[in-house]
Nanobody, 124 residues
Framework: QVQLVESGGGSVQAGGSLRLSCTTS????????MGWFRQAPGKSREGVAT???????YYADFVKGRFTISQDKARNTLYLQMNNLRPDDTAMYYC??????????????????WGQGTQVTVSS
């Protein structure tokens, strides 16, 4: 069983930055696809960024150039650095993991392990 615990959410003004953290096990970081997803009120959950077991990263078009996914295995932590935040980035952000992802890597349906989420609110 993989445990995922997110932190780092909060409220910022447009143009600001936040860094989300997802604490898990070293085994998960080395052997699972790890990703960040978000869900805004009334909308479906969508993929934001993922990182493969080999360390390759993938981003949704709407965050390219603004968000960076990374991992620190010494700290057993996955990060999402979010810069130049916009009001439409407001959502609950979730960390997710799966040992085997076949298909579109940002599809939340392909991930079976989820954290509880952390809220990000961006005001204009």
């Amino acid at each position: 069983q993989v445990q995922l615990v997110e932190s780092g959410g909060g409220s910022v003004q447009a143009g600001g930055s936040l860094r989300l953290s997802c604490t898990t096990s070293e085994y998960a970081l080395s052997n699972y696809w790890m990703g960040w997803f978000r869900q805004a009120p009334g909308k479906s959950r969508e993929g934001v960024a993922t990182i493969s077991k080999a360390g390759s990263s993938y981003y949704a078009d709407f965050v390219k150039g603004r968000f960076t996914i990374s991992q620190d295995k010494a700290r057993n932590t996955l990060y999402l650095q979010m810069n130049n935040l916009r009001p439409d980035d407001t959502a609950m952000y979730y960390c997710a993991a799966d040992p085997r992802v076949i298909g579109w890597v940002l599809d939340p349906r392909l991930y079976n392990y989820w954290g509880q989420g952390t809220q990000v609110t961006v005001s204009s």
